[in-house]
Nanobody, 126 residues
Framework: QVQLVESGGGLVQAGGSLRLSCAAS????????MAWVRQAPGKERDLVSA????????YYSDSVKGRFTISRDNTKNTVYLQMDSLKSEDTAVYYC???????????????????WGQGTQVTVSS
C-alpha cells in the first residue's frame, strides 16, 4: 500500500515562502514520478509541478514558473516544493501525487497519478 504524507503548509503573507514536503512509503519508488496538484475553493484541481524519478526532468505550470521549485531526495523517498514570492492566488489545498512512469518521465495530467496524499492547506494573506 502506497502512502503519501504531505507537510509544510500553513498561513503566510504575500511575498513570503513555504516549503512543502511529501514523504512516500509502502514500497520501492524506483521509476515513480511525483507531482504537486492544488485545488482552490470552487475550482478544479490544477497540476502545478512534476518531477521524474531521476530528477532530470521537471515541469511547472505558467502560474508558478519562476517562483516554485520542485526537487526530490530518493534516499528519503521525499519530494519537496519550495514556494517563493507567494501570492493570494496560490491559496489552495496542495496534494502530492505519484505513479510509476519511468525513470525520466512525468505527466502533466493528474489522472495519470494513482497515488495521492491527503493534502496540506496553504493560505496566503494579502
Amino acid at each position: 500500500q502506497v502512502q503519501l504524507v504531505e507537510s509544510g503548509g500553513g498561513l503566510v503573507q504575500a511575498g513570503g515562502s513555504l516549503r512543502l514536503s511529501c514523504a512516500a512509503s509502502g514500497r520501492t519508488f524506483v521509476g515513480y514520478a511525483m507531482a504537486w496538484v492544488r485545488q482552490a475553493p470552487g475550482k478544479e484541481r490544477d497540476l502545478v509541478s512534476a518531477i521524474s524519478w531521476s530528477g532530470i526532468t521537471t515541469y511547472y505550470s505558467d502560474s508558478v514558473k519562476g517562483r516554485f521549485t520542485i526537487s526530490r531526495d530518493n534516499t528519503k523517498n521525499t519530494v519537496y516544493l519550495q514556494m517563493d514570492s507567494l501570492k493570494s492566488e496560490d491559496t489552495a489545498v496542495y496534494y502530492c501525487a505519484a505513479d510509476r512512469l519511468g525513470r525520466n518521465y512525468y505527466s502533466t495530467r493528474g489522472y495519470d497519478y494513482n497515488y495521492w496524499g491527503q493534502g496540506t492547506q496553504v493560505t496566503v494573506s494579502s
